[in-house]
């Protein structure tokens, strides 16, 4: 499922949902960066985590469900913009590009 046909002030209304959940977010040498996932929409993340990476860059997002009956949500996202978070951390604006099974 792609987003690409949405403009961008249609993808601002996505309904967002608060998740604060933990999260593993694997960069394409195959190394993993914990963070929290601090929302989610139909077309991105708001992630928080300490690891340093560049806008620009495509990860796989593993999200894992909080109930036996949910899948565990895992994602090819790319990092759209990059914020200072609390205590060192970054806050990464994520895009998804595609939904993994």
Do not use: W
Not at 8 to 29: A, G
Not at 53 to 58: D, I, K
Not at 60 to 88: C, M, N, T, W, Y
């Amino acid at each position: 499922m792609s987003t690409a046909r949405f403009s961008h002030d249609e993808k601002r209304q996505f309904l967002r949902m608060f998740v604060q959940s933990d999260i593993t977010l694997t960069d394409r040498s195959g190394e993993q960066h914990g963070g929290l996932c601090i929302n989610l929409s139909a077309n991105g993340l708001l992630v928080e985590t300490a690891s340093a990476l560049a806008p620009g860059e495509h990860l796989e997002i593993f999200l894992p469900s909080p109930r036996p009956s949910l899948r565990d949500l895992r994602v090819r996202a790319q990092i759209i913009r990059i914020e200072p978070g609390e205590k060192h951390q970054h806050r990464l604006g994520l895009q998804i590009v595609e939904f993994l099974d």
